[in-house]
């Protein structure tokens, strides 16, 4: 079992920057792939970007080059900062964690409104 606690969503006009974390506990050794997806109303989740155990990264062409995912290891914490918000970057955003043989953790998420 993998628990995921997110933080540091908010309100921020469109240009602007906010840096979301993603706390781990439990069994995060067993983690291959830590990442984030959001859902906005009215929409499917999107994944976003995520991070493997090796630090390879991957991101959705939407906030490719705005947005950048990282890991702290000695604090099992990960991170995601997004630069030059949209509005349509407006969402719930949850961190997830992959352990492996389709067993997928998710935390309740955060939200992120950005205002034009």
């Known amino acids: 079992q993998v628990q995921l606690v997110e933080s540091g969503g908010g309100l921020v006009q469109a240009g602007g920057s906010l840096r979301l974390s993603c706390a781990a506990s439990?069994?995060?050794?067993?983690?291959?792939?830590i990442g984030w997806s959001r859902q906005a109303p009215g929409k499917q989740r999107e994944w976003v970007a995520s991070i493997s155990s090796g630090g390879t990264t991957n991101y959705a062409d939407s906030v490719k080059g705005r947005f950048t995912i990282s890991r702290d290891n000695a604090k099992n914490t990960v991170f995601l900062q997004m630069n030059s918000l949209k509005p349509e970057d407006t969402a719930v955003y949850y961190c997830?964690?992959?352990?492996?043989?389709?067993?997928?953790?998710w935390g309740q998420g955060t939200q992120v409104t950005v205002s034009s």
């Open positions: 439990g069994s995060t050794f067993s983690i291959n792939v």
């Open positions: 997830y964690a992959d352990l492996g043989f389709g067993r997928r953790f």
